[in-house]
C-alpha cells in the first residue's frame, strides 16, 4: 500500500533477493528536507552472522541502485536476534557481540555506508566496557560512525542485555536522526524525546510484532510527534507520517527492499508539540512512590 499524496517520490520495491540539538547538521550545509530511505527486509538465521551479513550486502546493493540515500536493517540483523532463541545463553549471546573497535563485520558497514555514498542504521549485538547490548549503529557517507544507540526498554529474553540509558540524536543531511529499537516504540515518551530532540525522521529497527495493531501504533507515534517514523521488521517495512498516514508499506518473508521518498518539512511543530502543557506532565517524570 502507498499513500502517492504524502511522498515526494514514488516507492519502489524489490524482488528476492538517527548528540544535541544544535550539532544536528554542518553548519555550513542547509539541511536538506527530502530523502529516500531503503527499509530491508527479511527473515535472518540465528547465530549464522556470514549469512546473514551476506543478505545485506545484496539488498544494500539494490538499495544503492535505487538511489537510497539512508538504508535500516532490522533489529539485530547481524546475528538474527539470537537472545530470544531457545539456546541461547549470555555467554552464547557474548559470544557473537560486536566489538565496535574490532569488529570486521563493522568495518565492513563502514566500507559500505562510503562505497554507496548512504548512510546506514545497522542492527547488531554490541560488546563494550563488558556489557553486551542490543545495538543499532548509524555509519555516514564517508563511512564514519556516528552514532550507536542501545536498546533502552528491555523485557523477557531482552534481559540478557545490558539496557541503554540514552535517547540521543545524531546529525545528519536530514538534521538530528533518533533511533528507537523494537519494544521502545511502546513507550510513548521514547518517540517523544527523539522529537524533542529535533528528529524528524525516526529509525525503528525491529524484530517484534508487528502486522495491523503494531501499524495503529506507529501512526499514532508519529501523529502524536509530527514526524516520520521508519519501522523495519523482517516481515514487513512500513513508514508511517505526520498526519498519522501509511505512507508506505510492503509486508512479506521474502527478502527485499523498500525504498521510498519522504519530505521532512511535513514534521512540523505547529500542532501537537507547540501545544504541550509540560508543566502538567511532572507525575511522568518524577513519578515518587507507588
Keep these: 500500500m502507498l499513500s502517492c499524496a504524502v511522498i515526494a517520490f514514488a516507492c519502489l520495491f524489490a524482488g528476492p533477493l538517527c548528540m544535541p540539538l544544535l550539532a544536528a547538521t554542518d553548519a555550513e550545509s542547509p539541511m536538506r528536507d527530502s530523502v529516500r530511505v531503503a527499509l530491508m527486509r527479511g527473515v535472518p538465521r540465528k547465530w549464522d552472522l556470514d549469512a546473514n551479513f551476506a543478505v545485506f550486502l545484496k539488498l544494500l546493493d ?8 539512508l538504508f535500516i536493517t532490522p533489529e539485530c540483523w547481524l546475528d538474527g536476534y539470537a537472545a530470544p532463541d531457545d539456546g541461547s545463553t549470555p555467554d552464547r549471546l557474548r559470544s557473537i557481540a560486536q566489538d565496535l573497535d574490532v569488529s570486521p563485520y563493522l568495518k565492513r558497514v563502514a566500507e559500505e555506508a562510503a562505497r554507496h555514498r548512504m548512510y546506514i542504521c545497522f542492527g547488531f549485538t554490541s560488546l563494550g566496557d563488558g ?3 542490543n545495538a543499532a549503529g548509524l555509519w555516514d557517507a564517508e563511512g564514519r560512525r556516528v552514532g550507536v544507540y542501545h536498546k533502552t526498554h528491555l523485557q523477557a529474553h ?35 524525546v527523539l522529537r524533542l530532540r529535533g528528529a524528524r525522521l525516526i529509525l525503528n529497527p525491529t524484530y517484534g510484532f ?38 508506505a508499506r510492503h509486508r512479506g518473508r521474502r527478502a527485499g527492499v523498500l525504498v521510498c521518498g519522504l519530505l521532512l518539512d511535513r514534521a512540523t511543530d505547529d500542532n501537537h508539540l507547540r501545544d504541550r502543557r509540560p508543566e502538567l506532565y511532572e507525575l511522568i517524570a518524577n513519578p515518587g512512590p507507588r
Design 131 to 133: 556489557a553486551v547490548s
Design 210 to 247: 508487528h502486522g495491523d495493531f503494531n501499524e495503529a501504533m506507529m501512526r499514532t507515534r508519529s501523529f502524536e510527534n509530527q514526524c516520520f517514523i521508519a519501522f523495519t521488521h523482517p516481515e514487513e517495512s512500513l513508514v508511517t507520517g505526520p498526519k498519522g498516514e501509511v505512507v
Design 158 to 192: 531482552d534481559l540478557q542485555y545490558a539496557p541503554g540509558t540514552e535517547l540521543p540524536v545524531w546529525p545528519s543531511p536530514w538534521g538530528p536522526l533518533g533511533i528507537m529499537i523494537c519494544a521502545d516504540r511502546r513507550w510513548p515518551e521514547t518517540a517523544r
Design 62 to 69: 539494490k538499495a544503492a541502485a535505487q538511489g537510497a540515500e
